[in-house]
């Protein structure tokens, strides 16, 4: 999210595994529909030790990524809904080094490299008879097939003169990376299918340049799944429209991520998955993000921040919050540390891994295991741990923060159009 060591996508993509789904007809019945998710990978290399240049890469990714959907919000709907302290901040940059490392990196790998992969992948098909995608979920895009350049060579490609359904759409589509590239297209609209779930007249992007940091991407494109405000398109997005069309009962979608079986549940909440209920928080969906209030979080059952917000992003890796907020946090574990050369990023001692976990007003404690708190060992040999909590200005306000899959992994969570609500349950 994704996505791989990619300098880009930190968004979700489908599994492969969901292609045989591919076309089916919609489930009926109160269930919704799982589609098997695709591991993502850490910033842990094989040797354990903390990988700063993938961990640097995805952090910009991510900026850019909140960037661009604060332009959108913007575009949508005005700036008067951003956060109090959100600002578009400048287009954020991979240092060349990093980025000559990273190409490097890529160039020596297999193009699909399951170990490179941090996105989480999966299937759709689009047109009339169905051309197929692996994708990433936000704002829908794929390559056209008007894309000649070579990094678009290894991708599926979209034609719509093949698509009895595909209606052109004027205005173009664009968004900036941080590598210096852009990725822009046509818009069109078409009918749109993830795992039997359809959405018709879906607006979409044929991309005819395409960033060559998606070179090494085993996905051909991206579709998202938050609200309609921060649609690069301006339009509803995929599940938006299949669940207006009835394609789906509920006006809600479920995560598990997980190490195996992780899954995305299209139209309520897979209850093989989790215990219990649900503890569902009311979302202030003004900013168009999952974004609740009234957030905590504790170390050793001691707190240490309260009353902010969390936005939280599936298509995100580490947890990021504010610079001075972040500080805070680690001056209640002792042998915490900056993590020199990486901003943000701080050690903790990996023998006395802390207790972190977030909660919501009157709620449970959310607890966020070892192994999930750490993104691997400062240095060869080193016996401290890179923590999966980093301080960064993301510009999405001044006491937001992001909580992506790090939180994630710990808890099922449940996103929920029509009460407006996120909720989490214990994981079984
Ligand atoms: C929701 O967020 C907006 C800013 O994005 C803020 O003005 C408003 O007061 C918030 N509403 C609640 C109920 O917190
Ligand atoms: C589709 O057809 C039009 C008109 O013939 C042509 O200009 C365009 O290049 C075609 N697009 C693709 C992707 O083949
Ligand atoms: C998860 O995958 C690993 C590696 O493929 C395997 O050894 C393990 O049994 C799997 N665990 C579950 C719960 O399926
Ligand atoms: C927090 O708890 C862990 C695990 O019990 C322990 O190793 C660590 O020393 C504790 N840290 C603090 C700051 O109390
Ligand atoms: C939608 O939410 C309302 C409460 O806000 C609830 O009463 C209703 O059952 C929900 N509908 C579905 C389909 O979940």
């Avoid at 968004?175 to 359809?198: H, R």
Wanted: aromatic share 10%; net charge negative; charged share 15%.
């Amino acid at each position: 999210m994704f996505t791989k060591s990619s300098v880009l996508l930190f968004y979700l993509i489908l599994t492969a595994g969901a292609v045989p789904h591919l076309g089916a007809p919609p489930i009926e019945g109160l269930s919704g529909i799982s589609i098997p998710l695709r591991k993502r990978s850490t910033f842990t290399g094989a040797d354990g030790v903390f990988d700063k240049n993938a961990a640097i890469a995805a952090t910009i990714a991510t900026q850019n990524k909140h960037r661009q959907n604060l332009i959108n919000l913007q575009n949508n709907k005005g700036a008067s809904f951003f956060n109090p302290g959100a600002a578009i901040l400048p287009l954020a940059t991979l240092p060349v080094d990093i980025l000559g490392d990273l190409k490097k990196k890529r160039q020596a790998e297999p193009l699909t490299d399951e170990n490179d992969d941090v996105e989480w992948a999966g299937s759709i098909a689009i047109g009339t008879p169905a051309q197929n995608f692996v994708i990433d979920f936000d704002n829908l895009w794929v390559p056209s097939a008007s894309c000649s350049s070579s990094t678009c060579a290894s991708k599926a490609k979209f034609n719509p003169n093949s698509s009895t359904t595909a209606v052109h759409r004027p205005g173009t589509f664009s968004i900036e990376y941080g590598d210096g590239s852009t990725v822009s297209g046509a818009v069109y609209t078409d009918t749109v299918t993830v795992a039997g779930v359809k959405a018709t007249n879906q607006a979409f992007s044929t991309v005819t340049t395409l960033s060559t940091s998606f070179a090494q991407n085993p996905a051909d494109g991206i579709l998202g799944m938050a609200y309609p405000s921060i649609s690069n398109l301006g339009e509803n997005p995929f599940f938006t429209t299949a669940h207006s069309e009835g394609a789906v009962r509920k006006n809600s979608f479920g995560f598990f991520l997980a190490a195996n079986g992780s899954e995305l549940y299209l139209g309520g909440t897979n209850e093989k998955l989790y215990s219990g209920n649900i503890e569902y928080h009311t979302i202030n969906s003004t900013s168009g993000f999952w974004q609740i209030p009234g957030a905590s979080v504790k170390v050793n059952s001691t707190a240490a921040l309260t009353g902010f917000q969390t936005v939280i992003d599936s298509g995100t890796t580490i947890m990021y919050g504010p610079l001075a907020a972040v500080q805070t946090l680690y001056s209640n574990i002792p042998g915490s540390a900056p993590v020199e050369s990486v901003n943000g990023f701080y050690s903790f001692p990996c023998a006395s891994a802390p207790k972190v976990a977030f909660s919501w007003g009157e709620g449970l404690d959310w607890e966020i295991t070892a192994a999930n708190l750490n993104l691997g060992l400062l240095a060869a040999g080193s016996s401290d741990c890179v923590g999966a909590i980093s301080g960064e200005d993301l510009g999405l306000g001044s006491d937001v923060w992001l909580l992506g899959d790090s939180f994630m992994k710990n808890v099922y969570t449940a996103f929920d159009f029509n009460q407006s609500a996120v909720g989490f349950a214990a994981l079984i």
